[in-house]
């Protein structure tokens, strides 16, 4: 039988496997396999993002003290009997493995249908998990199309997408993600070590994830100057040819309509109403005083992931440069996907 504790140690050995391979301590033809693979297969998916992503899995979900910390808030279904379906997002690597962590530390038993752009690495790390701990291959099961028989379903995707999901599974519980952005409420005394940081916040894998910063509020009379200059690490996202595509795009895009922007060579910036912002480019907004930021975060909640800030507008803030290194309990969209998978 499988109980807490196999599952704990499961994951906590995977992490330390992967920990050596990213040490350079050990190979591991596996995994390096994957990362070419998935390189190849999806152009946003560069070897350092993925080294990124493994790294980020690694100190923030696969640490023992943190599992046990975490999972044992939660009860836990020794029969294993529900089968979970998992619709996976690949807009960045191991965008799912979270999803999977919860279902596996819940008792169930994972029906994963992986996204075409990331299916990959979650194969190979759900591969090498029973070969030291055998009776997990009968708790996870792949699949190339949609999951069928099962007792609840997490599903990640578009506003689109959650009315097909909704429609397709509307007998069972469903657990549907759908489009969020994040932003940042600047107030003019941020560092330069936190602006840069908040470039993070911006540019990691391109940008391309929902926790990435694409939106901001700056005080009146704020100077661009600090950011640009605290920013320029990050340049080098213009030398990949998918994201130079869309700056010049977006860069076209506003000097046909005769919008207003500016730029710094990398990032076109925009004022704009916040919103979901494309690729290359950041929204802004002047605020008057903190309550009208407050105002639009609680009208807004459900359509918001992330607020990065050091201001006092937001209860539950971001720090500067965590945006794409969540801990355990911060779940997507705000929903505790533990207590979601007990009902």
């Known amino acids: ?60 979900m696969l640490d023992n003290r943190k599992l046990n910390d975490w999972v044992n808030r939660y009860p836990f279904d020794v029969a294993g009997t529900q089968r979970t379906g998992l619709i996976m997002a690949g807009n960045i690597p ?38 030291k701990f055998p009776l997990l291959s009968e708790r996870i099961v792949f699949t190339d199309t949609k999951p069928q028989n099962v007792n609840i379903i997490i599903a990640t995707g578009s506003n689109n997408s959650a009315r097909y999901f909704r429609a397709e599974y509307k007998d069972i519980p469903l657990l549907s993600r759908k489009n ?35 939106n901001m509020f ?55 109403s916040p919103a979901f912002s494309s690729i290359a480019s950041i929204n802004y907004t002047i605020y008057e005083d903190i309550e009208q930021v407050k105002t639009f975060l609680s009208e807004q909640k459900d359509k918001i992931q992330c607020v990065v800030t050091k201001t006092a507008c937001s209860d539950k803030p971001t720090s500067f440069g965590h945006t794409q290194t969540p801990e355990l309990t911060d779940y997507a969209d705000g929903v505790d996907t533990m207590k979601f998978l007990a009902q």
């Open 94 to 131: 191991l965008v799912g493995f979270h999803d999977l962590l919860c279902v596996l530390m819940s008792g169930n038993i994972a029906v994963i249908k992986p996204s075409s752009k990331d299916r990959y690495l979650i194969k190979t790390l759900c591969g090498i998990l029973p070969e």
């Open 218 to 272: 700056i005080p009146q009379n704020y100077d661009w100057n600090m950011f640009f200059e605290a920013i320029k690490k990050y340049s080098d996202v213009i030398k990949h040819q998918g994201y130079n595509d869309c700056f010049r795009y977006q860069k076209a895009l506003s000097e046909l309509s005769g919008e207003e922007y500016f730029t710094n060579g990398f990032v076109i910036i925009r004022k704009n």
């Open 1 to 60: 039988m499988i109980d807490r504790e196999y599952i704990v140690n499961a994951f906590s050995c995977l992490g330390e496997m992967i920990q050596a391979f990213l040490n350079g301590k050990e190979s591991n033809p596996a995994i390096e396999k994957a990362i070419d693979c998935s390189c190849i297969d999806n152009y946003w998916f560069t070897n350092s993002n993925i080294l990124r992503a493994l790294d980020a899995v690694v100190r923030k």
């Open 180 to 214: 969020r952005y994040s932003l940042a409420v600047i107030d003019g005394s941020e560092s330069s070590s936190e602006l840069e940081a908040l470039g993070d916040d911006i540019f990691s894998y391109f940008g391309l994830g929902c926790r990435n910063v694409s």
